[in-house]
Nanobody, 116 residues
Framework: QVQLVESGGGLVQPGGSLRLSCAASGRIFEINAMGWYRQAPGKQREFVAR???????DYADSVKGRFTISNDNAKNTVYLQMNSLKPEDTAVYYC??????????WGQGTQVTVSS
């Protein structure tokens, strides 16, 4: 099993920044990649960013150039630095981990609201 605990969401004005954190525990040595998804009200959950254990990075087109994913292996934590936030970034953000290339784990979600 893998447990994921997110933190760092909140309310921010347009153009502002937030950093999300996701701490992993459990069978972390079997994790192949970690990342972030988000779900806005009335919409499907969508991919935001991913970092593999090999260091490969992927971003959704909508966040490229504004969001940066990184990790701290010593802390088993993945971060999502979000800059130049827009109202359309408002969503519940979920941490995701892929274990053994086939098992998905999700965090509980953290709310990000971008509003003036």
């Amino acid at each position: 099993q893998v447990q994921l605990v997110e933190s760092g969401g909140g309310l921010v004005q347009p153009g502002g920044s937030l950093r999300l954190s996701c701490a992993a525990s459990g069978r972390i040595f079997e994790i192949n990649a970690m990342g972030w998804y988000r779900q806005a009200p009335g919409k499907q959950r969508e991919f935001v960013a991913r970092i593999s254990t090999g260091g490969n990075l992927d971003y959704a087109d909508s966040v490229k150039g504004r969001f940066t994913i990184s990790n701290d292996n010593a802390k088993n934590t993945v971060y999502l630095q979000m800059n130049s936030l827009k109202p359309e970034d408002t969503a519940v953000y979920y941490c995701h981990a892929l274990r053994g290339y086939k098992i998905d784990y999700w965090g509980q979600g953290t709310q990000v609201t971008v509003s003036s």
